[in-house]
């Protein structure tokens, strides 16, 4: 048995109406650790960055990325700060979308977690598919 790079993952999300570009982003972080928590963030930390709530209740939220087998602990995410997430859950790699690559907040947390020995690595964003466009897809069909 291989190796894996990592040995505790951390990754966080709303996983709103969940869709394959969630799946596809467990699934590689898994790839590179032993166990992988997640974060889901709660229906409050969502309305308040948002300015919306989710669609799907966070318990359910949870319920459903539980029950993912990449998944080997569910969390609820509280807050934005994933510092005080390392000071909890103790991960050696934080996982994120690479849509939010180079961005002000990111780059941020990449020096913080630098000076603690913990690696940000970006996966690759699913091309086509977001609970955005799933909620646009299904406003603009009509019934018979």
Partial sequence: MTMKKYKVGYTTGVFDLFH???LNILKRAKEQ???LIVGVSTDELVRSYKNKTPIIPFEERM???GAIKYVDK???QTN???LAAWNEFHFDVMFHGDDWK???MYNEYEKQFADIGVAL???PHTQGTSSTAIIKKIGDTSCP
């Fill in 20 to 22: 394959v570009g969630h």
């Fill in 33 to 35: 650790c032993d166990i």
């Fill in 63 to 65: 319920s459903i990325v």
């Fill in 74 to 76: 569910v969390v609820p």
């Fill in 80 to 82: 934005m700060d994933k």
């Fill in 102 to 104: 180079n961005s002000e």
């Fill in 121 to 123: 690595v970006f996966l």
